[in-house]
């Protein structure tokens, strides 16, 4: 009875939960540009405003040497599990601003869905747990189980403040299982439960050449080129077939089972409109011999991300950069650790460099990769109440992505994650025109209330 109550008060208060979520949306909190740190303070200190208002106690800011961490519990239900809700109130760039069709940061209601910077990542599911919890707060006076939440500003820049909270394992974080919402459905309509993530490593590679920028009709022809180095290296990481050359790179990765493939080749996957409506290539590539949910759930990749340095101002300038430096990432998969894909990768990098140049290869971030057993109580409770709402079995999937919480919850609070997601693959995150379905966000939050009700029992 206590969850149709909560239910009917969500759904009353439906127009009034979208307007606060679009008064969180204005709040620009880029977390990796320094003139959004107040930004990103702000929208920590409105979330700890609303976990007060709804009724949860302890509730405070716990700062950290960048964004700060937001806290709250409710632990009263004696004898019921502890849940730990993760989320993060930080939001990637806008750029490139003139691809969006309005502003990033004012919220637009169009064709059902809401567009905004942080719409699905994460603001809008991060709402979704706080207006599940004022929904059963407000209608029973309590909550079924025993709440604990932490959200981050840091999540998209590498989550080192919370990864240094977690790993001191505080009394405030103890709990049964974790809960986030910072995945996706598989397809609208389709009830999905992530169990599986890649990690990741985050470098960069700097060659340097000459002491000093050199003139090109000068020094041409006798001084190194940095950027003709660099591509060289770049080159050398990876054929044209996607197979990753760092030697011994592959040779700890757990395969899917065939149990797993099986149930990943039923789900209702379209290679052509992936290609067409998601990725927008003439052609899809990668390594062969292997599916495309293959190849983005359980193979690493190597990717390059950027390379600044040297003259791209208009005009022209007949330099020879004395440095030049490429952002390079790495996807891993179950059986890898990011301590020791970084150290084959840079002692590759090191031995392939062409002469005349020096290299450093810096790690910026990393994390772990991880599988969930799909047979844990808080998993099986998650499935009973997704069938309730969305009135389908819950699928099993992957991510692509990586989540380094998850990880950090695993080794050092010995904790699953239910990672109950309610985004869409067509949502555009990191991209411009981010959107949430506002179908899903309703049912989101229905679904979350009735996963908390089934994970108390």
């Known amino acids: 009875m206590s969850s149709l109550s909560a ?37 920590a200190e409105v979330l700890a405003a609303e976990l007060s208002r709804i009724g949860m106690e302890n509730v405070r800011l716990i700062e950290t040497a960048g964004h700060p961490l937001v806290y709250a519990d409710w632990l009263h239900a004696e ?41 699905v990542d994460d603001k809008g599911q991060v709402y979704m747990h706080v207006k599940a919890l004022e929904s059963l707060l407000m209608t029973r006076g309590s909550l079924p189980l025993n709440v604990r939440v932490l959200l981050e500003g840091e999540e998209e820049i590498g989550g080192e403040g919370i990864a240094g909270f977690v790993a001191s394992k ?22 999905t439960l992530c169990v599986g993530l890649r990690g990741m490593i985050y470098t960069e590679i700097e060659v340097r050449g000459a002491h000093t920028d050199l003139h090109s009709g000068m020094y041409g022809g006798a001084a190194p080129n940095p950027f003709f180095a660099l591509a060289q290296i770049l080159a050398r990481l990876k054929d044209e077939h996607g197979h990753i050359l760092i030697p011994g790179f592959y040779e700890d990765i757990i395969p899917p089972s065939p149990e797993e493939l099986q149930a990943w080749h039923s789900l209702p996957f379209d290679e052509e409109h992936y290609r067409i409506s998601e990725v927008g290539a003439r052609q899809l590539v990668g390594e062969a011999g292997f599916s495309v949910l293959e190849r983005t759930w359980a193979r690493p990749t190597l990717d390059v991300h950027g390379i600044p340095g040297g003259f791209t101002g208009a005009g022209a300038k007949t330099v020879i950069p ?44 990393s994390g772990d990769p991880c599988l969930i057993p799909v047979n844990n109580p808080y998993i099986q409770a998650a499935t009973r109440a997704l069938h309730e709402v969305w009135k389908k079995d819950t699928v099993f999937i992957r991510s692509g992505g990586s989540i380094p919480i998850v990880g950090d919850f695993a080794q050092h609070l010995g904790i699953p994650s239910v990672m109950m997601g309610f985004g869409l693959p067509d949502d555009n995150l990191h991209a411009p025109n981010e959107k949430f379905h506002l179908k899903n966000f309703e049912l989101g939050i229905e679904s979350l209330i009735l996963f908390l009700e089934e994970a108390a029992r």
């Open 170 to 191: 505080p009394p405030e974080l103890k709990a049964d299982f974790a809960l986030i919402s910072d995945t996706e459905m598989f397809a609208p309509g389709l009830p």
């Open 7 to 43: 239910i009917a008060f969500a759904r009353q208060n439906h127009p009034r939960f979208l307007e606060e979520l679009k008064a969180l949306l204005r709040i620009p909190s880029v977390s990796t540009l320094p003139e959004h740190a107040g930004d990103c303070h702000f929208a």
């Open 322 to 365: 004395a440095k030049a430096q490429a952002k390079v990432s790495m996807r891993l998969v179950p059986g890898m650790t990011p301590a020791k894909a970084f150290a084959q990768y840079k002692s590759y990098v090191e031995k392939i460099v062409p002469p005349g140049v020096d290299v450093e290869v810096r790690l910026i971030h």
């Open 79 to 119: 004898g019921k599990p502890t849940v730990l809700t993760y989320g993060h109130y930080d939001v990637q760039p806008p750029d490139p601003v003139d691809e969006w069709h309005t502003p990033p940061f004012e919220p637009v209601e169009r064709d059902g869905n809401l567009y905004a910077r942080g719409a």
